[in-house]
């Protein structure tokens, strides 16, 4: 590797286009983070074989399952 390369794929990523699901907005400062992730391999098949936007779904299914825990909580928190 050049030893003058510095990679940049650790660094947030700043979103400037639409989401693909208008239902959800972005995070309120429009950053993602990449990571690496493994999934099952069925599964993600699965999100792919709905077409482009596979990662955009994934996270959306994380997104709304992270809501419902949340309220979840905040009911037994009162």
Known sequence: MNKEYVPDWDHAVMRDE?????SKPLLANGVKQIVTIRLDVDMLEWFKGAGPGYQTRINQVLRE???AQRAAAAKYDK
């Not at 639409?18 to 208008?22: F, L, M, V």
């Open 65 to 67: 399952h992270m809501d």
């Open 18 to 22: 639409e989401p693909t699901i208008a």
